[in-house]
């Protein structure tokens, strides 16, 4: 600097004067000290030895003035400082002093850096005011806290990521947005939340923000901590490795965007036609389904009146509509007629309602047009077609009932009404238990009306085919009916919610019926008593041939041998022929009869009986007959002497059919509910191929008759056994024997 004067170091005078101007212009305060001691030796303050300007102002006081000065004296409220105690210990143990000093003094409160150093018995210090840079740190702090703050209260998701893609700091609205706490997202791997899908166009996303490119908009879907997915739109900004971003949940968003273009899809793609109009009655929408209701296209109508598609004499209704929607009200399918482009008149439905704005007020009218000229003609169509079959079903000779699933009768044609007995009035709405009606099977049991064929329909869901039933009504004979039932069935329905019901009477020809089977049956008769007639004939035809012969022998011969012989041989055949005779009025009896009168009796004491009357023919014909008798049988309903004369004709035969020496058996036990009767030979037996026909009346093995008997004694055991509730089985064996079983069922 050209004038600065040249200063001469090498005098000492002009030396200090120089060091004394750098002392005293220094920006730094600067003083010096000297240690006070007492008598102990001990620092109890300090004296000033030199102050430049500077420190005067620090210290509020002129700097001259200080010098000579005792601290304590002029700031007594030093002792307590901090600064004191390191002022001591730096002169006690040499230890500079560098510190922070909020100095108060009065009014001035300044912020100080304060080094020290010792020098001699006392020491410099060197005090700087950092009171603005101390300001500026606190307002650094507090603009560090309110970000912080903002950061952690910003309704917008925020994060710092590094360029690996990791979370270091998230705010509170990621906890609320995805459910992850703030520490559980932090330090994690931006992809752990991200959707599968995602993650391609995510790492992208990181890789562009680590090449330092910011990321706008970009949207990726998220897992929520319970579940689901949340569409998150990002904005980042790259800062080094770094990366600051805020992101916004657009999820409900996203839905709605979906579903406006949903409803802008509807309303492009239904077939109504809709049209939207100003509150000036000028069209403002108009979708295709309007053109192809009217055949006009959107450019040709929007901006036009809707006028000139009403008819003249529909104008003042359209005017009424349309201030209803206006007044915020609705139309609901009001019919109507428009005209077409080609001038052609068509049938329409519209429904009316109010565009609202947000604000809820009426800015204009939508209608929804329906084409109902289609509708209109399958409707005619329907109606129509339905009459044509109610005449049907009217004319029908088959009766027809609509039951609902309560068996409620909801419809009913004539033929119902006249097979039934009952008038429409009296059907409708009633079920038939409202009648007083009595409902039979074919056999005459009592049909309860849950079986009734509309009842099973209603309940099982399936068709019944073919089922008779009786109707009996008062004192009426019984009506008989055909029915079947069809269910009908609502479309994802299991059960039916009606069953159609149609039946004929079939009275008529169950009576014929009835008539045809008596007849079938007398005819049967007739055959079998020509049979019987025929069969018999032939059993009396021998024995009287064998009399007449004998007879004229006898009439002719004077040998009285021969005609003693004769006479007997007369009487054997009378004897045979009476036999004969018991035998068919036997069987005739038990024919006619039906039944026979039972009552309880014991098994052992008939079948003894019968052992005891046969003993006799046995012991003639050389043929052991026993009786084992089965202990604790229980009683049977029984008839004593038509059973034991069944009883009888077994042993009879078993006694008859078994050569000398041979054994028969009576032997009596209990089978589940039944009481059994054996009846056991050792005799001739009888061959397979016979035995399903030995009951069969004068069947007998036997052609030639070397036997007696007339082929009758199995028909009368078998048809007293069966009077008895019982039956008989045979089992046989031919030269082995065979075993004849009663079963009759316990009392
Ligand atoms: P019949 O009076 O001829 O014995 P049944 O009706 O009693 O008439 O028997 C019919 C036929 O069955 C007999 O002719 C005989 O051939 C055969 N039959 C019946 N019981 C026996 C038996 N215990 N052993 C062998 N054959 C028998």
């Given at each position: 600097m050209s004038n600065t004067r040249e200063i001469d170091l090498t005098d000492s005078n002009a030396r200090l004067n120089y060091l004394q101007r750098i002392f005293d212009s220094s920006l730094n305060g600067i003083m010096v000290f000297r240690a006070v001691r007492d008598?102990?030796?001990?620092?109890?303050d300090f004296e000033w030895v030199m102050a430049n300007t500077k420190a005067g102002e620090l210290t509020g006081r002129p700097a001259d003035e200080l010098v000579g000065k005792r601290v304590l004296d002029m700031m007594p409220e030093t002792l307590n400082d901090v600064l004191f105690a390191q002022y001591v210990r730096l002169i006690e143990t040499g230890e500079t002093v560098d510190y922070e000093h909020h100095h108060k003094y009065g009014d001035f409160e300044p912020w100080l850096h304060v080094t020290a150093s010792p020098l001699d018995d006392g020491f410099v210090a060197i005090f700087t005011d950092i009171s603005q840079q101390k300001q500026l740190k606190d307002d650094l702090i507090a603009k560090h806290d309110e970000l912080d703050r903002f950061f952690l209260l910003a309704m917008d998701m925020l994060c710092i990521a590094n360029t690996d893609g990791y979370f270091l700091k998230v705010n509170k609205a990621w906890e609320d947005t995805l459910g992850y706490s703030i520490t559980e997202t932090?330090?994690?791997?931006?992809l752990d939340f991200v959707h599968p899908d995602d993650v391609q166009a995510t790492i992208k996303a990181v890789g562009e923000l680590s090449a330092q490119k910011p990321v706008l908009n970009f949207i990726n879907r998220y897992r929520h901590k319970h579940g689901g997915y949340r569409t998150i739109e990002w904005r980042g900004v790259p800062q080094g490795k770094l990366i600051y971003a805020a992101a916004r949940d657009v999820t409900g968003q996203k839905e709605l965007e979906a579903n406006q273009a949903q409803l802008i899809g509807i309303v492009e793609s239904t077939l109504s036609g809709i049209i939207g109009k100003n509150l000036d009655d000028i069209i403002i929408a108009w979708n295709p389904g309007a053109e192809a209701i009217y055949g006009y296209t959107a450019e040709e109508m929007i901006g036009q009146s809707i006028d000139r598609l009403v008819p003249k004499d529909r104008v003042h209704e359209l005017a009424a509509n349309l201030d209803r929607a206006k007044a915020g009200g609705y139309v609901d399918r009001y019919e109507t007629v428009r005209i077409r482009k080609d001038g052609t008149r068509v049938n329409v439905a519209l429904t009316i309602s109010p565009i609202k704005d947000k604000h809820n007020q009426v800015i204009g009218v939508s209608t929804i047009n329906q084409d109902i000229g289609e509708l209109k003609k399958t409707q005619d169509a329907l109606r129509e077609s339905e009459a044509r079959y109610r005449a049907i079903v009217d004319t029908m000779t088959e009766g027809v009932l609509l039951q609902l699933s309560d068996g409620t009768i909801q419809a009913c044609n004539t033929a119902a009404e006249r097979i039934l007995g009952l008038t429409l009035d009296q059907m409708m709405?009633?079920?038939?238990?409202?009648?007083?009606w009595r409902t039979i099977n074919e056999d005459g049991t009592p049909l309860p009306t849950t079986q009734l064929p509309h009842m099973l329909t209603l309940t099982t869901g399936k068709p019944q085919s073919n089922m008779t039933m009786g109707v009996c009504k008062a004192d009426l004979p019984v009506t008989w009916v055909l029915v079947n039932s069809e269910p009908l069935f609502q479309p994802d329905s299991a059960l039916p919610y009606a069953a159609v019901s149609t039946f004929v009477d079939i009275t008529d020809r169950k009576q014929m019926e009835k008539q045809r089977l008596v007849l079938e049956l007398e005819k049967e008769r007739v055959k079998l008593l020509a049979q019987f007639i025929e069969q018999s004939s032939h059993e009396f035809r021998t024995p009287l041939t064998v009399m007449q012969s004998s007879l004229s022998v006898l009439m002719q011969t004077d040998n009285e041998a021969k005609r003693e012989q004769k006479a007997a041989v007369i009487e054997a055949q009378i004897d045979g022929l009476t036999r004969l005779v018991d035998m068919l009025q036997r069987m005739s009896q038990l024919d006619s009869r039906g039944s026979i009168e039972l009552e309880p009796g014991l098994v052992n004491d008939i079948v003894a009986e019968v052992a005891a009357t046969t003993q006799y023919a046995a012991a003639e014909a050389h043929v052991k007959l026993r009786f084992e008798a089965g202990e604790g049988l229980p009683s049977v309903l029984l008839n004593e002497d038509y059973l034991q004369e069944a009883i009888r004709q077994l042993v009879e035969n078993a006694i008859r059919y078994t050569p000398a020496e041979g054994t028969v058996t009576l032997c009596t036990t209990q089978q589940d509910s039944s009481v059994i009767i054996e009846i056991a030979d050792t005799g001739i037996g009888i061959p397979a191929d016979s035995l399903p026909h030995i009951f069969e009346r004068f069947y007998r093995l036997d052609s030639a008759h070397s036997?007696?008997?007339?082929?009758?004694g199995l028909p009368i055991a078998q048809s007293i056994v069966e009077t008895h509730g019982g039956k008989i089985v045979v089992e046989s064996e031919p030269h082995k024997g065979s075993v004849f079983k009663i079963m009759l069922p316990c009392a």
């Open positions: 008598a102990e030796n001990r620092i109890i932090e330090n994690r791997s931006i709405r009633r079920t038939p238990t409202n009648f007083t036997t007696p008997g007339f082929g009758l």
